[in-house]
């Protein structure tokens, strides 16, 4: 019995210092998984909060485009495809009087003929006649 208090005497603060070293080792293993989870969080957080602005973005865009007014040069081009498919289409303008009396040099008081129209029904198509620019 005396050799057990000899070794429990010697051996007790070796094993409470292995002891506090285990908790410690345990503590620090802790802290570091606590450490990566928050790091890992705030990854995650920032790739949604990046594929949220995408998105939010995305969404912008397209509701610009909704409203934006159509571009006119497209629909020129289709109406002016048609327009070969059938070269009679809009000839009709040409039989207006009033059209007739701006083409004629002759008649023509004012260089200008103001055409309404809905878009892409071909105003902006440029008419050369007889070196004059026109709209």
Do not use: C
């Amino acid at each position: 019995m005396a050799t057990w208090k000899d070794f429990q005497a010697s051996f007790n603060p070796l094993l409470n210092d292995l002891l506090r070293h285990r908790e410690l080792i345990e503590s620090t293993a802790n802290l570091e998984t606590i450490q990566e989870s928050r790091e890992a969080r705030l990854k995650s957080q920032a790739a949604f909060a990046a594929i949220e602005e995408s998105q939010t973005q995305k969404k912008k865009l397209e509701i610009i485009n909704w409203l934006s007014a159509v571009d006119p040069m497209e629909d020129q081009d289709a109406f002016q495809t048609v327009r070969l498919d059938i070269p009679s289409t809009g000839q009709w303008i040409l039989s207006e009087p009033k059209v007739r009396d701006w083409l004629d040099p002759d008649e023509a008081s004012v260089p200008m003929f103001w055409l309404n129209g809905i878009p892409g029904a071909g105003k902006m198509k440029l008419v050369y006649i007889d070196g004059i620019e026109s709209h």
